[in-house]
């Protein structure tokens, strides 16, 4: 790894000027060179398997916007399909699992075979190999909670109402279930690493819905057991913790996790997040995507005080979750030029 890569260096608690930049869900369906790929694929899932169209649509954001780094294309749920859970996706319903709904059925989930998973290793390999020297390539998997509540529910839930009952109702069976998500999450990124990414994000989606008690238990504790576990192994890689709807919390995650960055919600007022954090603290984030999809004068409002919140210490520029597919073009352009202009 090398210091030039900007986003790299503010990872590492260094300042800039003009701060690094990428795009939650930047290689997504707001591009039409990824929808005409997409179009060529049986399911979404075979689309992440696929490492020549996976690798493709990674580097697409690149070449249109330069952003400092490419995050690899792949899904959080590719963790459950390697453990035996038949996983599927709807389209325009989302991701569609056979829900684990007694303690039995986590008993019955086979090995993490993650050898299943070699296509995202190849289409790592593939990428790294297509980079501009100056971006930085990032790696993800889904937070044990988030990728747990899928696997509970079968789907996506509002408020994660059937894996918080579960995890009531069946402590012992839950803690398992986390604590196998901890070691399959961790050897996926570590193989991820070793295939070519250098920075490592782990979203935790669905953090907000948890009251404190539940959110030590099942957020804050298997984060902290990740990242001790990555900077073990693999210390210098930086590792970036994205815990949506951490409000409150987000002092005491910087203080505890470990992590190198913590990526900020939409909902999380800049000004107060930097006066609660150290000034050493790499933050994210974290522009409204609806602001994105509006553009305009109200785009460069917010852009304007994203930047002027952060200035002078630590930041990456992105959104607070992830970019919208009707969100156009013209306006990604207006965002990357506003940031950049210094």
């Given amino acids: 790894m090398s210091d030039e890569k900007r986003l790299i260096s503010a990872l590492r608690g260094k300042a800039q000027d003009i701060p690094p930049m990428w795009l939650m869900r930047q290689a997504g369906r707001y591009l039409p060179e990824y929808r005409a790929l997409r179009s060529e694929a049986r399911s979404f899932l075979d689309f992440c398997y696929t490492p020549a169209m996976a690798a493709e649509v990674t580097l697409q954001p690149i070449r249109r916007f330069h952003f400092d780094a490419a995050i690899l294309f792949s899904d959080i749920l590719v963790i459950p399909d390697a453990m035996g859970q038949t996983v599927s996706f709807e389209t325009g319903e989302g991701p569609r699992l056979d829900p684990i709904e007694t303690p039995e059925g986590v008993a019955a989930l086979g090995r ?43 789907k996506g839930t509002p408020d994660q109402a059937p894996a918080r009952l579960f995890a009531f109702r069946h402590h012992d069976a839950f803690q398992q279930l986390i604590d196998r998500l901890v070691e399959a999450s961790v050897a996926y990124l570590l193989r991820q690493i ?70 900020l919600d939409t909902a999380l007022d800049p000004k107060w997040a930097v006066a609660e954090t ?4 790499c933050l994210q984030g974290n522009l409204d995507p609806l602001a994105l999809i509006a553009g305009g ?36 352009e207006r965002l990357v030029a506003r940031v950049r202009r210094g």
């Fill in 194 to 263: 070793d295939a070519g990414v250098e920075v490592v994000q782990i979203f935790d989606s669905w953090a907000g819905v948890l009251p404190a008690n539940e959110f030590e238990a099942w957020c804050a504790a298997p984060i902290a057991r990740m990242v001790t576990m990555l900077k073990e192994k693999r210390p210098e890689v930086p590792v970036i913790a994205f815990v949506r709807g951490a409000d409150a919390h987000l002092p005491g995650l910087t203080r505890r996790l470990g992590a190198a960055g913590y990526g």
């Fill in 297 to 332: 004068a109200a785009l460069d409002r917010e852009v304007d005080t994203i930047l002027e919140a952060f200035r002078g210490r630590p930041h990456i520029f992105n959104l607070g979750h992830g970019i919208l597919p009707q969100t156009p073009i013209e306006h990604v």
């Fill in 112 to 154: 993490f075979d993650i050898e299943k998973l070699a296509p995202v290793f190849e289409t790592i390999d593939r990428v790294k190999s297509a980079l501009p020297k100056d971006v930085a390539f990032i790696g993800f998997c889904g937070a044990p909670w988030t990728v747990a509540s899928y696997m509970i529910a079968g």
């Fill in 278 to 281: 150290a000034a050493t603290v």
